[in-house]
């Protein structure tokens, strides 16, 4: 006798986010090889559509990993010398952990968890020489902070010798991210949060400076070593095994961007982010990220009321199947976050409020 299905509780959590049952469906397209000329079309298919999103003219990798397979990789092929790893939450504090861990030189650019990166002290440590790579993360989903890409990544230019590596986890397809433009070295995000897809795939773009770094790189490893991506992209394969359902997904997600219009899910990623907002001040709550550098992904919410945050979820989740996330970390009970990322409408983001306005009640 077979189990019945789990009752749907859905996610409005940073990530993973809710999956469509279009998306899922993409997903049972029948299986290839991947080393055939079907898995090549279907990589050279949508590369075109990725460097679009990406806003560049170079290769989109696919990487059957999260994202974190990327930003370990970025640090063994990039850092010769030093890197600087910008911390402001707990995601991009482990990647000065990861730094250490990979037997790298490493230094924390470090704020309180809440506030942003800011571009004057990076360039004043940049300034030093000390360093010969840098670390960001654009969107730090722990503490709903994002940082201002563009003001950092003009920095660039300035100090030639050091490669600006970016996550863009939970931002890509969410608000404008030109790679091209900005003069960053790599660019990554994974596909459960923004995209709107189950994890287990990360895309990545590296500049050609980034390349030459990593040709002088000896430990840089094999499954995420840089060159073995741009020469497998190069015949429109993966390196490894790549996760062929997932990329099934992906074409079908690009094909709802292009039909959406990106600069249409920019605003509608805006808007729905401005929804929560206002709820947040209607009931008297504050932001932890300050204004003028919070997420447009999701919303970092400071529990000042000392409100029951798992009982808000429990009531949340019982009565209206829905769930937000809890708080992060050190931030667990202090915070509360509410994501707005992915397919959601002004629709779906009424009836989370409606919820939410509900359960509060309840408290």
């Known amino acids: 006798m077979q189990n019945p299905m789990p009752r749907h509780i859905k996610l409005f959590i940073p990530g993973p986010v809710e999956v469509s049952p279009a998306t899922f469906a993409a997903m049972t397209q029948p299986m290839i090889g991947h080393r055939s000329k079907d898995f090549q079309n279907l990589y050279a298919e949508i590369q075109p559509q990725l460097q679009s999103l990406f806003g560049t003219k170079q290769q989109v990798f696919l990487s059957t990993s999260s994202a974190w397979g990327v930003m370990e990789g970025a640090i063994r092929n990039l850092v010769a010398k030093k890197v600087l790893n910008c911390c402001c939450?707990?995601?991009s504090d482990k990647w000065?952990?990861?730094s250490k861990k990979c037997g790298k030189q490493a230094e924390a650019y470090q704020v309180e968890w809440g506030q942003p990166i800011l571009a004057e002290e990076i360039d004043k440590r940049l300034a030093t020489g000390e360093f010969d790579a840098l670390t960001l993360i654009h969107n730090e989903t722990s503490t709903g902070v994002m940082n201002p890409l563009p003001e950092i990544a003009a920095l660039r230019k300035k100090h030639p010798g050091v490669l600006f590596i970016v996550d863009a986890v939970s931002s890509l397809?969410?608000?404008p991210i030109d790679f091209d433009a900005l003069g960053i070295d790599v660019l990554l995000a994974g596909t459960q949060?923004?995209?709107?897809?189950?994890?287990?795939?990360?895309?990545?773009?590296?500049?050609?400076a980034a390349f030459e770094r990593a040709a002088t790189i000896k430990d840089r490893g094999y499954y995420f070593d840089f060159l073995e991506f741009k020469k497998n992209g190069e015949n429109s394969m993966t390196p490894s095994t790549p996760c062929i359902p997932l990329i099934y997904a992906l074409r079908h997600k690009l094909g709802e961007f292009a039909a959406e219009g990106i600069a249409a899910r920019h605003a509608r990623h805006e808007k729905l982010n401005g929804m929560v907002h206002e709820w947040v001040r209607r009931h008297g709550f504050e932001f932890l990220a300050p204004e003028g550098y919070r997420s447009k992904?999701?919303?970092c919410v400071k529990n000042n009321r000392e409100i029951d945050v798992a009982k808000l979820n429990s009531l949340l989740k019982s009565g209206h199947s829905m769930v937000i996330d809890g708080g992060y970390g050190k931030l667990k009970g202090l915070t509360f976050r509410i994501s707005n990322m992915g397919d959601e409408t002004e629709a779906t983001i009424n009836e989370l409020l409606a919820a939410l306005d509900d359960s509060l009640g309840k408290l």
């Open 173 to 175: 397809t969410a608000v």
């Open 96 to 98: 000065f952990d990861v």
């Open 193 to 208: 949060k923004a995209f709107a897809m189950p994890p287990g795939l990360a895309v990545f773009a590296a500049s050609e």
């Open 297 to 299: 992904t999701l919303t």
């Open 89 to 91: 939450g707990a995601f």
